[in-house]
């Protein structure tokens, strides 16, 4: 934990705090503090109230099974995600509601109402009947952030299918591998997506892709169109255009689904070189989602909530499919980069549209802050009324940014801690509850039973830190890991018998609120994106030139962490800035872009403990500069000495 306890100085002398005010806690949804303590006392009590906000087609019989680590939640009740995102709204005054406004990076844009976007649905799950797709199929998605998108995801929940999203900074044997894993024969892509003007080739690594697979279709949107040089395969290719037109404009019906069937798999890096296909099912997710939205977001009817993440990882899933939907809010999913054509581009959209809630991730906050207040000056903010922040900690100073610079002092500020596996918000501020401090995501919302322990399982006093963990089940948590039931049980119920552990460290203080610290295992947090080390370094080892490599995620001002490797070569290579570069290609292409290594350093020998561990402690203690700990354990101390010279000098 000394990633951890490095932290923690900086965070302790944190004193400042923020109650809520008097004119927001009035309005708020839950104002009742008293609502803590009944979710807790009656747990399934409070989730059964929460589930009166979904529409199910058959009444569950049981709020809850729970055989650790296994929980079925609302057991026995039918219900259809779909039908709960777009059709139901349709039925009465949110017919006409702008429920997804969508902007282009290029500047076009568009708005669906729920009417439209039910159309939408409609037609798109014709289609993918048409295609073939049959209720349990797993619809691998990998398009940009366009309509088409969420309408996918929609489409498949509307006929009982599980989508895979796979985020579009994914290389092609990223792809490849969750493709193969999620044993999926349907593939949605694009002819590209915009990034900052230039093209990102969807198709190209979706070709690379599929071979090798089982995918026999696949529906590629028109987004670039004449620029693009994609090409399709004759017999395996279609385009989603002329799909669609084929497809009935009549109602398509919405499968009755059990409320434990999987409603999708999204990819996840673990500690293993290998991605688990976390599985979320319909009726517990929807129940948690929904909730947050009403609880953590104080949702309103005539909120417009923009979410800057992508859909390709779990926030966009939870917050700007299933979550706003099932609400019915009108989302705003925003295309492109934050600074294009410049850098005010999220202040030009918030104003554009009236943007009341605004939620995204402290690295976007700290690279405004680099940039400075100018850009957000330029823009009239005055619909903000809710700030969040999500992906990472959040370090004091960029929440008083965030604060003063787009809250303007006057907004809530809603830090939310959780993960792919969790589904959906778990420590958070209630906003007109809860008195935040800046750094702190507060405490574990009602009907989720958190806590920070010690390696024995017991809870840690206040002032002191240790495991985050989750003691009771809830219903948005993971099902399992897709065809890896095992992993899923090993991995996060494998420390403490029924007790959820998330990886993460955290320290509780004097008023029992929760400083989350970061990762406790082997995964890297970049930008809020979630890679494993393991990943890494087997994407590097597989350079030719490599003979070994060691991967440490090193503090960093604006990402949080960057990826420092440690490499040696193969006999009677020589290392060189191409070297570098060729390296760092290597994993963009094995992984994506987000996982490129900030720097490489060259070492004859890793630093190993005598049973060969490499020591991944030390090199973090290298590439952060400080003092070295305890070396005794290493098998040979001169490696170190060199290294702290190597390092030196590539700075
Ligand atoms: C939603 C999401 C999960 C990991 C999680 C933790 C970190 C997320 C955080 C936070 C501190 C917050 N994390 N939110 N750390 N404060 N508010 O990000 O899911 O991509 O699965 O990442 O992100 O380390 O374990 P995911």
Redesign the pocket.
């Known amino acids: 934990m000394s990633e951890v306890n490095n932290q923690l100085d900086t965070l302790l002398h944190e004193q400042r705090s923020f109650p809520p005010s008097e004119a927001f806690a009035k309005q708020a949804n839950f104002n009742d503090p008293g609502v803590y303590e009944r979710a807790l006392k009656d747990p399934d009590g409070y989730w059964a109230e929460q589930a009166e906000n979904i529409t199910w087609f058959k009444p569950y019989d049981k709020v809850l099974e729970w055989n650790p680590p296994h929980a079925k939640w609302f057991v026995g009740g039918k219900l259809n995600a779909a039908y709960n995102a777009v059709d139901r709204h349709r039925q009465g005054p949110r017919k006409n509601k702008a429920a997804i406004i969508w902007e282009g990076e290029p500047g076009d844009d568009k708005v669906y109402t729920y009417e439209m976007l039910g159309r939408e649905v409609d037609k798109a799950a014709h289609m993918l009947k048409n295609l073939g797709v049959k209720k349990g199929d797993r619809v691998t998605v990998y398009l940009p952030m366009i309509p088409e998108l969420p309408i996918t995801l929609l489409a498949c929940a509307k006929i009982g299918a599980i989508h895979s999203v796979v985020f579009g900074g994914f290389s092609a044997k990223s792809l490849q591998d969750r493709i193969l894993d999620g044993d999926s024969d349907v593939l949605i892509t694009a002819d590209g997506g915009w990034r900052r003007g230039g093209i990102v080739p969807l198709k190209a690594n979706a070709d690379e892709a599929v071979e090798g697979t089982k995918v026999r279709k696949v529906v590629v949107v028109q987004r670039i169109g004449e620029k693009s040089n994609a090409t399709m395969v004759e017999g395996r290719d279609v385009y989603w255009h002329e799909e669609m037109a084929k497809a009935p404009t009549t109602p398509c019906p919405a499968e009755e689904m059990d409320a434990e069937d999987i409603l999708y798999l999204l990819y996840?890096s673990g500690t293993t070189g290998k991605p688990k296909g976390i599985v979320h099912t319909t009726g517990g997710y929807l129940v948690g989602v929904n909730t947050s939205m009403r609880s953590v977001f104080d949702l309103k009817e005539e909120d417009i909530f923009f979410c800057t993440a992508d859909i390709g990882?779990?926030?966009g899933h939870t917050y700007i499919v299933y979550g706003p939907l099932t609400a019915g809010a009108t989302v705003v999913m925003y295309e492109g980069a934050p600074d294009f054509p410049e850098r005010d581009r999220f202040w030009a959209i918030v104003e554009k549209y009236s943007a009341t809630i605004l939620y995204t991730a402290p690295t976007s906050i700290r690279t405004f802050m680099k940039w400075g207040p100018q850009y957000a000056e330029k823009h009239n903010l005055d619909s903000l009324r809710l700030l969040g922040?999500?992906?990472?900690?959040?370090n004091p100073e960029a929440w008083m940014w965030y604060h003063e610079h787009i809250g303007k002092g006057r907004c809530p500020i809603v830090?939310?801690?959780?993960?792919?596996?969790t589904g959906c918000a778990m420590i958070a501020p209630l906003p007109g509850i809860t008195t935040t401090k800046p750094g702190s995501?507060t405490r574990p919302v009602p009907g989720i039973d958190a806590d920070i322990v010690d390696e024995q399982g017991n809870s840690v006093e206040p002032g002191h830190g240790g495991y985050l963990v989750v003691k009771k089940p809830w219903p948005s948590m993971l099902r399992t890991v897709w065809g890896d039931d095992d992993r899923f049980k090993r991995t996060y119920f494998g420390q403490f018998e029924g007790i959820y552990l998330?990886?993460?460290g955290a320290h509780k203080d004097e008023d029992s609120y929760f400083w989350?610290l970061?990762?406790i295992d082997d995964v890297i947090?970049v930008s809020?994106h979630?890679i494993g080390t393991m990943e890494v370094e087997s994407a590097i080892v597989d350079h030719k030139s490599v003979a070994e490599a060691a991967v440490i995620g090193r503090s960093h001002e604006v990402k949080g962490q960057a990826i420092t490797a440690f490499v040696t070569v193969k006999e009677g290579i020589e290392t060189s800035p191409e070297l570098v570069a060729q390296i760092k290609q290597h994993v963009v292409e094995k992984i994506g872009a987000m996982a490129r290594p900030e720097e490489i350093i060259f070492t004859a020998e890793l630093p190993k403990t005598r049973s060969a561990k490499i020591m991944r402690r030390l090199l973090r203690d290298i590439a952060e500069g400080r003092v070295l700990g305890d070396t005794t354990t290493l098998a040979d101390p001169s490696v170190v000495e060199s290294l702290k010279n190597q390092y030196a000098h590539t700075e």
């Not at 830090?415 to 596996?421: A, G, K, L, R, S």
């Open positions: 996840t990882w779990v926030t922040t999500v992906g990472e900690p959040i830090d939310t801690w959780w993960q792919t596996e995501a998330p990886g993460d989350i970061g990762r947090n809020g979630r």
